[in-house]
């Protein structure tokens, strides 16, 4: 995934708590982008598949260990 993309939260889109909520459906553009499947990524990131799938379906926050891998692949 060569392009950076920034992802940055509305603020009508950080809840109560104070923790904003990040839109990571952007996480399935570039990879459908650059040709890979979950797979792909997984194996060159060492993310598991189903962490990858619950992001990208934004059903799941990444830790920022996961945000550096991905941003390795």
């Known amino acids: ?3 950076n993309a920034t992802i940055s939260p509305l ?3 950080i809840p109560a708590s104070g923790h904003p909520m990040f839109d990571f459906s952007v996480v399935r553009e570039l990879r459908k982008r650059e040709g890979l499947t ?3 990524v997984s194996l060159r990131s060492g993310v598991s598949v189903p962490v990858l799938s619950r992001l990208e379906r934004n059903q ?3 830790e920022i260990e996961t945000l550096f891998k991905l941003s390795r692949v």
């Open 38 to 40: 979950l797979g792909d």
């Open 1 to 3: 995934m060569a392009q």
């Open 11 to 13: 603020p009508s889109e």
């Open 60 to 62: 799941s926050v990444a």
